[in-house]
Structure formats: structure tokens, C-alpha cells
């Protein structure tokens, strides 16, 4: 029986796809130095990722765009969804573990992830899991390199998308010029997030204005 730990990356931002990650074995196995993902730079995330991957099981699972603009679903189930999918690539009968709670009620989300793997294991949800527990800590590094590698191959097909979260100007930016210059939003957009329906607004007045 493995302990294990589960996080998400990327469930906030306008653009491109969220990231689970998880990772599986002994927490006395993980290499020094982590810590929830956030409190890490990316140079230090990245020598962490090929460590955590050199010494722990661990699986990857992607929720591309399409997926999270599905007016069937929301992004709890996305976020229950995507953590199921890693911990099933890790996972066997008897394992327990802890997983980042991204649902206000942390029993009903560890619920949920637990009937999505096959195996039969022990899931505990709790907020702000990546502070407290090692392989969840590990995990939540795995799946933030997983989400910057993602992005970063969108700049390289794009130009600079900023980090895609909301907040970015960057990441606005982009998102204005590209609908005023083609037309509509480019694939990599969440079409669902009001930054998209805001950047559309604001290409039909620009050609309101024009007009």
C-alpha cells in the first residue's frame, strides 16, 4: 500500500487547459525543498519536477478548453474529474492519501474523487492540503510545471499570453488585440470566462465606434 497526494493547477485562468497532478510513495523519499507550488520559483519547480518523477509514482491528467466550455459541466466536476484521472494512474487497491479539496465541502469533493478511480483507496480532502501534506505538496509542483509547459507552448505558437490568468494585462492584452485582428477568440481561450465575453464587448464597440 502507497501513500499519495493530489493537486490541480490551472483551474483559474482564461486560457489554456487545467492540470492534475499525482504522486504516489513515500513522503521520506521526496527531495528536500518541497513545498506548495506557489511559494517555489518556477527554475526551483522544475528541478523539483524531474526528482519528484526520478523517485515517485506519478500521473498527469489534462482538461484541455473544450472540456471546461462544456455548459454540461462546471469546474468542481472538471476539478473532481481531473484529479480522478491522475490518482487512477497511480493509485491501487488500499491506498490512502490526500487530495486539495476544490469544493467548499471537502468530504463531499474526497467523495467524489474516490468513486472516480477504480481502485478501492482511501481519499481525504482537505483545504490548503499543499501546505500541509508532502506528496500533495509534490503534486501541486508536477501539476504548476505541467500547466507552465502547456503555457509556454502557447506562446510559442501565439506570441506573449502573459501567464492566462484574469488578472494578467498581459494576458488581457493579447486577448483584445487578437479578437480585434481576427475576428474571434483563438482556440486556447475559455470562451465561457467573462475575460473572453469582455474582449469580444469590446471588439464590437471598437467597430460600433468605427462605424
Not at 5 to 19: H, I, Q, Y
Not at 133 to 139: D, F, H, M, R
Amino acid at each position: 500500500m502507497m501513500a499519495f497526494g493530489v493537486d490541480e493547477a490551472g483551474k483559474g485562468p482564461v486560457l489554456g487547459s487545467m492540470f492534475a497532478a499525482a504522486v504516489a510513495g513515500d513522503a521520506d523519499d521526496l527531495p528536500d525543498g518541497v513545498a506548495d507550488s506557489k511559494r517555489l520559483t518556477a527554475d526551483r519547480r522544475e528541478t523539483l519536477d524531474a526528482e519528484i518523477r526520478d523517485r515517485m509514482t506519478v500521473g498527469v491528467a489534462e482538461i484541455p478548453v473544450a472540456r471546461i466550455d462544456d455548459p454540461a459541466t462546471d469546474m468542481n466536476a472538471l476539478t473532481v474529474a481531473a484529479q480522478a484521472d491522475a490518482l487512477s494512474q497511480v493509485a491501487e487497491g488500499g491506498d490512502s492519501g490526500h487530495v486539495d479539496a476544490g469544493d467548499v465541502n471537502e468530504d463531499r469533493f474526497g467523495r467524489r474523487v474516490a468513486e472516480g478511480v477504480d481502485a478501492e483507496i482511501d481519499v481525504t480532502a482537505e483545504h490548503g492540503a499543499d501546505d500541509e501534506y508532502a506528496l500533495v505538496a509534490a503534486a501541486s509542483v508536477v501539476a504548476k510545471v505541467a500547466r507552465d509547459d502547456h503555457v509556454a507552448a502557447l506562446a510559442a505558437e501565439y506570441g506573449d499570453v502573459g501567464s492566462g490568468y484574469p488578472s494578467d494585462p498581459t494576458t488581457r492584452e493579447f486577448l483584445r488585440e487578437y479578437v480585434r485582428e481576427q475576428g474571434g477568440l483563438p482556440d486556447c481561450a475559455r470562451a465561457s470566462w467573462q475575460t473572453s465575453a469582455d474582449a469580444l464587448a469590446a471588439a464590437e464597440q471598437s467597430g460600433l465606434d468605427d462605424f
